[in-house]
């Protein structure tokens, strides 16, 4: 059964479709929004698996849908990659009063949507995620950006899709590493605003991961509802919003540490990233032991890294994640700023946070 989810953004508002089996509806969904040629932009993984079902079902609706393959991976979500993708758009015929469609995970979506918000000062687009991590998260809320190599998503605007389809079914192609990575953002809506999710999450995340749809179906859109949400009170950031950067500020300096790569994944950086908030949340006096370790023990059960001995290789320099964490989107006045927890289900934002006690989490 799908779910419909509205993000409440007054005339930029628009609907989450969340439900098993959505792709076979994708053309009826976009039609409204399709005018003349609608470039489809994908990477050569996810094409190889869905482009051509989807061109079928746009076929279908009477849609031009012309496809753009971008190289996989965070290499694309750079200066060269948009430049590429910004020509085969402008290729593509697409008109200004036109609609871009994102068919991919969290990179062809950042790309592309903030392609679409340049691209003729302003294209619509579409999210049609194929990732977990998309799913519940990059898809949602306008955030798009590319990497630089300062930091993750340093480059980038605010460009709110038109409609968002989560097919949960397309989840079962993912490679089973991406898909618990992914899960790791569907904890962490548990662990910053809802102690009910995350119990239930203890008792049925591991169902879903393993394919049972409506669990899955109920993780995704529970998710979705819990952002869009924060996403319609606080859309560009400048308070709550912030809380959905739960483990992201130490998650993008490991990611940074490891050079982007498929050493350390974006979701297994986040999940580290919430174990070490909360264990300097404890260390603080901020948030019971007892929370952090039961945090840290559904991690591990549903086979998510929690400590940074847990990556691959050299272990990162505290002073070098430290340095990398000054890079981030969130340093104001010269001041990192952490989300930091009182307990599972109670996240706050604080830049008054001893940088020696950070050293010490990171130490450990």
Known sequence: MSQVIRVGLGERGYDIHVGHGLLGQAGALLKPLARGPVPVVTDATVGEIHLARFLDVCGKSDIDARPVVMPPGEGSKSFPGLEKLSGSLLDSGVDRGGLIVALG?????????????????????????TTLLAQVDSSVGGKTAINASQGKNLIGLFHQPRIVIADTALLATLPRRELVAGYAEVVKYGALGDADFFEWLEANGVKALAGDSDALIHAVAHSCRMKAAIVARDERETGERALLNLGHTFGHALEAATGFSDQLIHGEGVAIGMALAFQLSVRLGLAPGQDAERFVRHLKAAGLPSAISDI???????????????????????????????????SFVTSDVPLGAVRDVLSA
Request: charged share 20%.
């Open 105 to 129: 995970g969290g990179v062809i979506g950042d790309l592309t949507g903030f392609a679409a918000g340049i691209l003729k000062r302003g294209v619509a687009f579409a999210q049609i995620p």
């Open 312 to 346: 691959p290789g050299p272990r990162p320099a505290p002073d070098a994640l430290i340095a990398a964490m000054g890079h981030d989107k969130k340093v104001k006045d010269g001041k990192l700023t952490f989300i930091l927890l009182k307990g599972l289900g109670r």
